[in-house]
Structures are given as C-alpha cells and as structure tokens.
C-alpha cells in the first residue's frame, strides 16, 4: 500500500515562503511522477506543479511559475514544493500525488496535470497566507 504524507504547510506572510514536503511509504518513489495540487475553499482542486519520474522535466500553473520549485530526492523518497514570494491566493490546503502511469516523458507530458491520471493522494497540508 502506498502511502503519501505531506508536511510543511502553516500560517505565513505575504512575500514569505514555505516549503512542503512529501513523503511516499509502500513503494520506492522512483515509480512515480510527482505532482502538487491545491484546494481553495468553494473552488475545486487544481494543479500546481509536477516532477517526471526522472526529475528531468517540470511544469508549473502559470500563477505560480518563477514563484515556486518542485524538486523530488528519490534515495529519500521525498518529494517537496518550495514556495517563495507567497501571496494570499496562494491559500488552500495542498496536496501531493503520486503518477504511476507516467513512465516516459511522453505520457508525462499528457498526464501531468490532470487529476485522473495520479493514482494516489496525500491527506492534505493547510497554507494560509496572510495579506
């Protein structure tokens, strides 16, 4: 069973930074490619920013690109999102997942960001932002 467990979220700052952090148990990290969603409330969950399962590749929502930086450590199984210059429509609860279907950066490229395409979810980690 594989499992997902995010960390790093809390209160922040306008123009601080936060870094999440993903920890995948069950199966080497190594199988999958990455990504990082988020939820708003009353909106529904969109796609942040993924990682191919290599770390070759990375694709960013455009809100967010030049902000933030996906980076995965598959010797730690552990794949983060380093979030600098935060603004307050960054809060929402975030959300890693785990893509075993992604095995060449072919399928990556169409699967990327589309949330039938990951296999599993982490519980979730709140960001607030304060303005």
């Known amino acids: 069973q594989v499992q997902l467990v995010e960390s790093g979220g809390g209160l922040v700052q306008a123009g601080g930074s936060l870094r999440l952090s993903c920890a995948v148990s069950?199966?080497?990290?190594?199988?999958?490619?990455m990504g990082w969603f988020r939820q708003a409330p009353g909106k529904e969950r969109e796609f942040v920013a993924a990682?191919?399962?290599?770390?070759?590749?990375?694709y960013y929502i455009d809100s967010v690109e030049g902000r933030f930086t996906i980076s995965r450590d598959n010797a730690k199984n552990t794949a983060d999102l380093q979030m600098n210059s935060l603004k307050p429509e960054d809060t929402a609860v975030y959300y890693c997942a785990a893509d075993g279907g992604a095995q060449s950066l072919t399928t990556w490229y169409y699967s990327r960001t589309r949330r039938d395409e990951y296999d599993y979810w982490g519980q979730g980690t709140q960001v607030t932002v304060s303005s």
């Open positions: 990682i191919s399962r290599g770390g070759t590749g990375t």
């Open positions: 069950g199966r080497t990290l190594s199988s999958y490619a």
